[in-house]
């Protein structure tokens, strides 16, 4: 047997594919192979003429609970030229999402944290599953939601986004809709139906078009460019070199409280 895929991807028979984040074991946490799997996976479908929507969703009871803390402390103990590079791959592959020539649809099962809600953000439409929890909780670890910053600005707008985007606060499936992060809420039995309500339109579209109007809006919104990311990987890196991270991060792996 094949080693398994932190990153599964089906498609049916009406060119539905279904991205499903697979580490339930560590709640759909992000390190660098999934990372790489999901830029991989957004390249692959959005070349597929044959994938008409596609699906994210996750393995397990948390559909992402941001990046690996493993992965994270590894980056603090690496040399800049990795740091960068690592960085720079989780930046890619947020992009490569949100320019995904095909409907990106959100199944939020259930609870999402730091980079997890940068994954939504990229989602064209998310519908989350009633009781689940939300936060940008990385300033509780000394870091920040740097690389997914753009993107959770964007979906929220500004004054939204400054009520959750640096306190560190969660808050529930309800709120995150006021915030605009999802766009409904659905019980765990009626979650299938309401994400399929959300991909029928689509089965009767222009494909073509689909695609042209989804980069229309990208631009006439201001896509994401390379000075913007290339900003937000100088602040990720910059707060993995920071004393406060490594204090917050060892604090994590002690099972202790952070000393601020």
């Known amino acids: 047997m094949g080693e398994a895929r932190s990153v599964e991807v089906s498609v049916d028979e009406r060119g539905v594919a279904r991205l499903m984040l697979n580490r339930p074991d560590v709640h759909n946490a992000m390190d660098a192979p ?60 947020l992009g490569a999402l949100d ?13 999402a944290f730091g980079g997890g809600v940068g994954l939504m953000s990229v989602c064209d439409v998310a519908i989350g599953v009633t009781g689940a929890r ?21 979906r929220m707008g500004t004054a939204r986004a400054r009520r959750v985007f640096f306190s560190g606060r ?19 039995d009626g979650l299938d139906a309401a994400v399929e309500a959300e991909i029928a339109p689509y089965l009767a579209a222009a494909p073509g078009a689909v695609a042209e109007g989804k980069a229309l809006v990208a631009a006439l919104g201001g896509s994401v460019g390379e000075a913007e990311v290339s900003a937000t990987i100088d602040a990720l890196v910059r707060r993995w070199e920071s004393a406060e991270a490594a204090r917050g991060i060892a604090a994590f792996f002690d099972k202790r409280k952070p000393d601020w």
């Open 99 to 111: 320019a995904l020539p095909k409907p990106l649809i959100g199944r939020i099962q259930g609870q």
């Open 34 to 93: 999934m990372i790489a799997e999901l830029a991989a996976a957004a390249a692959r479908l959005g070349r597929d003429p044959a994938v008409r929507v596609v699906v994210l969703t996750g393995a397990g009871a948390s559909f992402c609970a941001g990046g690996d803390l493993g992965w994270m402390k590894a980056q603090m103990e690496a040399d800049a030229p990795t740091r960068a590079r690592e960085a720079r791959a989780l930046a890619e592959m």
């Open 134 to 154: 939300f936060g940008l909780t990385e300033v509780r670890l000394g870091l920040i939601p740097a690389t997914i910053g753009p993107y959770v600005v964007a």
């Open 170 to 188: 969660r808050f529930d499936a309800e709120e995150a809709v006021a915030l605009g992060l999802l766009a409904g809420v659905a019980s765990e």
